[in-house]
């Protein structure tokens, strides 16, 4: 295994997922890249907003995942269906191993278009 993706949405379900990625990733020497899509089907406002705060997390635990962990990664934010962006990047990228962490349940959303993580795979 020589590439990882994490896809995140900063939740602690996404860190769990996080934790679980570097310990494969250190483990098989392998590069990580971390992922972050923003929905831009919203206001330009608050998809900007979250574009900024989003680049903002993802460069703290770039910084984090290199002084703790001794593993540097390349980071992005996307602007997308969640569901949509993750395929995307991950068809370019060619991970070897695509980490998602499950969200919040939805129980209505769910049950009738599926979690992101089930629509992705």
């Known amino acids: 295994m020589q590439r990882t993706m994490l896809a995140t949405d900063f939740s602690e379900r996404s860190d769990r997922a996080l934790r679980r990625a570097v310990i494969l990733t250190r483990q098989q020497g392998a590069a990580l890249e971390i992922v972050h899509v923003v929905d831009d089907d919203r206001p330009r406002r608050l998809v900007d907003h979250e574009v900024n705060d989003a680049r903002q997390l993802l460069a703290e635990l770039g910084r984090s995942l290199k002084d703790l962990d ?32 499950p969200h919040r349940r939805q129980i209505l959303r769910d049950d009738f278009v599926g979690t992101t993580a089930e629509r992705t795979i």
């Open 70 to 101: 001794g593993i540097a990664c390349a980071t992005g934010v996307l602007l997308d269906d969640p569901f949509a962006g993750i395929v995307k990047t991950a068809a370019k990228a060619s991970p070897d191993l695509l980490v998602i962490g």
